[in-house]
C-alpha cells in the first residue's frame, strides 16, 4: 500500500549517504516536546463577560506569540474523530495502484498526491501521500466509502463553524468588518487534506512533510499520538507535543497579511515516522478566488491581493525554484 519512494527517487537516494554527514538533530524525534497553549472554548459560551474576554485575549495572544494553539471543547466530539481516522486509514491502505491509478475514492482528477515532483535532493522529499478533498468533492466519494463521505462531510461542517468563529474573534481587533470571513468564506471554498505518513527507513535523511506556511485563513488540525509536528520558533525547530483532546489551529499566510503582521504564519514541518505510520486531518479555511485580502491597519505592509493572485504566485515561485516565497512576495 505504500507509495515506491525509493523506486520513484533512486536518484536522490543514490546521493543519500552523502547527505547524511550534514545531519539535522531536530529530525530525530525526540521524546520531549514543547506543549502548545491550550484554550478550554467552553468559556466562551458562559454568560459571565469577563470569563468570556479572558479567553478571547488567550486566543489573540496564542496566535501572536506562537502562530499555534490548541483547543478543547472545541464542538467536535470526540468519536467522530476517531471515526473519521478509522476511515482515513482504510482509504489509505488500499494497494498503491488503486490510489494512484484507479481513483480509489473518485475524487477529482489529481486528489491523491505523494511524494514530490519537483524534488532535486533529500531533503526536498516528503515522505507521505495525502488525499486532497475539496468540499465540493465529497458527494463525489463511492459508495464503498459511504462511512468516509459522511464522516468528513460532519467534520467538515462543524470545522467550518469553528475556523469562523475563531477567525471573527481573532479579527475583532483588526478594524476588519464583522460580516467579512461570512460573505468570503462560503463552506464550499474551503478544503480537507487527509495525511499518511509511512514508516521511513530514511527518517534522519528525509521530512515527512517540508518546512511550509499554510496557503489559508486559518488550519485546523487534527493528528494522532504518534508525533512528528514541529514549528519553527525563537530561531530553532521545537517538537510539538499531541494532545488526544485537542484539536491545533494555526494561522495561514491570508491572516498574516489581513492582520499586518499581527499574527505569524509560522513555518512547520513534519518528521517522518521511524516505524509505525502516522496520520493527520487538515481543515484549510479559505476564501474565494475573487476575494480581497488587504489590512485595515495602516500603513499597511502588504499590497492588495486577490485570493486567486495569490495562488497563482505561489506556482509561478514553485516553477522558477521549487520553493514556495508566500505572503513576502506581496510586501510593499
Known amino acids: 500500500m505504500d507509495p515506491p519512494f525509493q523506486e520513484k527517487y533512486k536518484s536522490l537516494f543514490k546521493d543519500y549517504t552523502m547527505v547524511s554527514n550534514d545531519k539535522d538533530d531536530t529530525l530525530m524525534n525526540s521524546s520531549d516536546g514543547w506543549e502548545l497553549p491550550l484554550i478550554d472554548l467552553q468559556r466562551l459560551t458562559l454568560k459571565d463577560p469577563v470569563i468570556r474576554e479572558k479567553c478571547v485575549e488567550e486566543i489573540r495572544q496564542a496566535a501572536s506569540e506562537w502562530g499555534f494553539?490548541?483547543?478543547?471543547?472545541?464542538?467536535?466530539?470526540?468519536?467522530?474523530?476517531?471515526?473519521?481516522?478509522?476511515?482515513?486509514?482504510?482509504?489509505?491502505?488500499?494497494?498503491?495502484?488503486?490510489?494512484?491509478?484507479?481513483?480509489?475514492?473518485?475524487l477529482s482528477a489529481n486528489s491523491y498526491r505523494w511524494g514530490n515532483p519537483r524534488a532535486t535532493c533529500l531533503r526536498q522529499l516528503a515522505w507521505s501521500e495525502a488525499f486532497h478533498v475539496p468540499l465540493t468533492d465529497i458527494s463525489r466519494i463511492c459508495d464503498e466509502h459511504k462511512t468516509l463521505s459522511a464522516s468528513i462531510e460532519d467534520f467538515a461542517a462543524t470545522a467550518n463553524t469553528l475556523a469562523q468563529g475563531m477567525a471573527e474573534i481573532l479579527a475583532e481587533n483588526l478594524g476588519v468588518s464583522s460580516t467579512f470571513f461570512q460573505e468570503n468564506c462560503p463552506e464550499e471554498t474551503?478544503?480537507?487534506?487527509?495525511?499518511?505518513?509511512?514508516?521511513?527507513?530514511?527518517?534522519?535523511?528525509?521530512?515527512?512533510?517540508?518546512?511550509?506556511?499554510?496557503?489559508?485563513?486559518?488550519?485546523?488540525?487534527?493528528?494522532?499520538?504518534?508525533?512528528?509536528?514541529?514549528?519553527?520558533?525563537?530561531?530553532?525547530?521545537?517538537?510539538?507535543?499531541?494532545?488526544?483532546?485537542?484539536?491545533?489551529?494555526?494561522?495561514?499566510?491570508?491572516?498574516?497579511a489581513l492582520s499586518n503582521d499581527v499574527y505569524k504564519s509560522i513555518k512547520h514541518r513534519v518528521l517522518a515516522p521511524q516505524q509505525v505510520e502516522r496520520l493527520s486531518l487538515a481543515f484549510f479555511y479559505c476564501p474565494t478566488y475573487e476575494t480581497v485580502i488587504k489590512s485595515c491597519i495602516k500603513p499597511s505592509m502588504y499590497r492588495e491581493f486577490t485570493f486567486r493572485e495569490f495562488l497563482m504566485q505561489i506556482q509561478r515561485d514553485l516553477k522558477a525554484t521549487g520553493d514556495k516565497v508566500g505572503v513576502s512576495r506581496f510586501l510593499l
Open 69 to 106: 494553539f490548541q483547543v478543547i471543547n472545541h464542538g467536535i466530539p470526540q468519536e467522530m474523530l476517531k471515526s473519521l481516522q478509522n476511515e482515513q486509514r482504510k482509504a489509505f491502505h488500499h494497494p498503491f495502484s488503486k490510489k494512484d491509478e484507479d481513483n480509489v475514492l473518485n
Open 190 to 256: 474551503s478544503y480537507l487534506r487527509m495525511n499518511r505518513y509511512p514508516p521511513c527507513p530514511f527518517s534522519s535523511e528525509v521530512f515527512g512533510l517540508v518546512p511550509h506556511t499554510d496557503s489559508s485563513f486559518l488550519t485546523v488540525v487534527n493528528q494522532d499520538q504518534i508525533g512528528g509536528l514541529q514549528l519553527w520558533k525563537n530561531g530553532r525547530w521545537i517538537n510539538v507535543k499531541p494532545n488526544p483532546e485537542a484539536l491545533v489551529i494555526n494561522i495561514g499566510d491570508l491572516f498574516q
